[in-house]
Nanobody, 120 residues
Framework: VQLQASGGGLVQPGGSLRLSCAASGSIFSINAMGWYRQTPGKARELVAVIGSGGSVNYADSVKGRFTISRDNAKNTMYLQMNSLKPEDTAVYYC???????????????WGKGTQVTVSS
């Protein structure tokens, strides 16, 4: 099982980016999926999480600006980021709790990070 994140880049303050995270491999089902971010010298922090049924939660710092969604048919999660601020600059990681076809319970998987830089 692998998670592949994409969509990062350089954007000006006030701009938008859309991150994607695709899960692949021997997947039976996917439970919760989430986006985290990390800056140098700081702990990784939760940005947003979405349950298998679509329930969502956001960090206070991104509420009203970021939207998390998922397409279960494609095993893919998205993060639409609007009104970006310099303090949103970080490496963004995707996470998913996945039940493999040969397993009875879910395990956490992480994708490689994608850099988001908000700067003029």
């Amino acid at each position: 099982v692998q998670l592949q994140a994409s969509g990062g880049g350089l954007v000006q303050p006030g701009g938008s980016l859309r991150l994607s995270c695709a899960a692949s491999g021997s997947i039976f089902s996917i439970n919760a999926m989430g986006w985290y971010r990390q800056t140098p010298g700081k702990a990784r922090e939760l940005v947003a999480v979405i349950g298998s049924g679509g329930s969502v939660n956001y960090a206070d710092s991104v509420k009203g600006r970021f939207t998390i969604s998922r397409d279960n048919a494609k095993n893919t999660m998205y993060l639409q980021m609007n009104s970006l601020k310099p303090e949103d600059t970080a490496v963004y990681y995707c996470n998913a709790n996945i039940i493999r076809v040969d397993a009875y319970y879910g395990m956490d998987y992480w994708g490689k990070g994608t850099q988001v830089t908000v700067s003029s």
